[in-house]
């Protein structure tokens, strides 16, 4: 089997590279989180009033 020449590998890796980061590019800007509803009521406390 033929040995591969260090350009070979050289270009071989920055091929894989530019892959890897437009797959992962591609997969942060294709994400779109949820919104998240603001619940007032049921995060209201409860006033207490203490009578020492």
Do not use: D, H, R
Not at 12 to 18: E, G, K, P, T, Y
Not at 25 to 48: A, D, G, H, R, W
């Amino acid at each position: 089997m033929p040995q591969m020449s260090p350009m070979m590998w050289f270009s071989l890796f920055i091929i894989f590279s530019i892959t890897m980061m437009m797959f992962n590019q591609l997969n942060f800007f294709t994400y779109k989180p949820n919104k998240i509803k603001s619940i007032s009521m049921k995060n209201k406390k409860k006033e207490l009033n203490w009578k020492w």
